[in-house]
């Protein structure tokens, strides 16, 4: 089982990147694909969460209307769309899945991504 994070990098602010979260393993069809940063020195934050079950959408007040989740159950990826990025967007990112539904806590997710670096600078 395992989850495999990509697409991080370096952009200007303003910009957009994609993430992936690949699952190899089990099948991402029932389960709540969650996304998750920390920035260093800061606790990890709960980002957004993609339900695999019902196509439910969820975000943090900090990234809503400049990042998209979404899952492609055909190759077993989520994804993590994110526009508009801004200079405390920078941070390592982990996609993490759950059984069934979505959470915004850390510790109810079952499998977690090694995490990809996001740097946002002018």
């Known amino acids: 089982v395992q989850l495999q994070a990509s697409g991080g990098g370096s952009v200007q602010p303003g910009g957009s990147l994609r993430l992936s979260c690949a699952a190899s393993?089990?099948?991402?069809?029932?389960?709540?694909i969650g996304w998750f940063r920390q920035a260093p020195g800061k606790e990890r934050e709960w980002v957004s969460c993609?339900?695999?079950?019902?196509?439910?959408?969820y975000y943090g007040d900090s990234v809503r209307g400049r990042f998209t989740v979404s899952a492609d159950n055909a190759v077993n990826t989520g994804y993590l769309q994110m526009s508009s990025l801004k200079p405390e967007d920078s941070a390592v990112y982990y996609c993490?899945?759950?059984?069934?539904?979505?959470?915004?806590?850390?510790?109810?997710?079952?499998?977690w991504g090694q995490g990809t670096l996001v740097t946002v600078s002018s």
């Open positions: 993609f339900s695999s079950r019902d196509g439910m959408t």
């Open positions: 993490a899945a759950r059984t069934l539904t979505c959470a915004k806590t850390w510790w109810e997710y079952n499998y």
């Open positions: 393993g089990f099948t991402l069809d029932s389960y709540g």
